[in-house]
């Protein structure tokens, strides 16, 4: 069964430019997550889809970030323009009953500097 | 929602030595309770979980305890060997809601 795939896997940018990741989750998987992991802390979610809806975006700073899920498949995290403490890394997450009733597939990340 | 702490931040044990790391949280709702490993460079991988009607779980050298009322999970490692060398997240998680991790731990074995 293949894996979470994300791309790029690493990206440099200045402040202020844009940037956009994309996930692919395992086949099958309804629900697709979007976490930020800052260099010394644990992830911390952005967004939460299920299918191509919206289940939480609490925490997504709407004012430069935006995701999308197309088709409730694939989907895109963008930010513009960047700002220097949006370097992290950008994990895509996928499961296949939701957020707490199973395992939560990881892919490798998209780990983001802005200088 | 609320974070999870976890403790210690980080965690050095020689090769055969047993290793334990404690999270608290404060939500009484929580009822999902997983670990996960991270290694360089790589994602997040679930080793081991427990839900809230269970005290203790194990899986070969792993091990979860849960104590609901003081609001307490913790891993335990036993027989430690240098792949286990890694940082390991505590997360909890309720109905509705996405998994809140903790800060990490960085556990070093060393032979």
Redesign the interface.
Known sequence: EAGVAQSPRYKIIEKRQSVAFWCNPISGHATLYWYQQILGQGPKLLIQFQNNGVVDDSQLPKDRFSAERLKGVDSTLKIQPAKLEDSAVYLCASSHRGANTGELFFGEGSRLTVL | GEN?E?HPSTLSVQEGDSAVIKCTYSDSAS??F?WYKQEL??????II?IRSNVGEKKDQRIAVTLNKTAKHFSLHITETQPEDSAVY?C?R????????????TTLSVSS
Request: glycine share 24%; aromatic share 12%.
């Open positions: 999870v976890q009822n999902y997983p460079g790589k994602g997040p991988q679930l979980d997240f997360a998680g309720e109905a509705g809601t996405a998994l809140i991790f903790g800060k990490g």
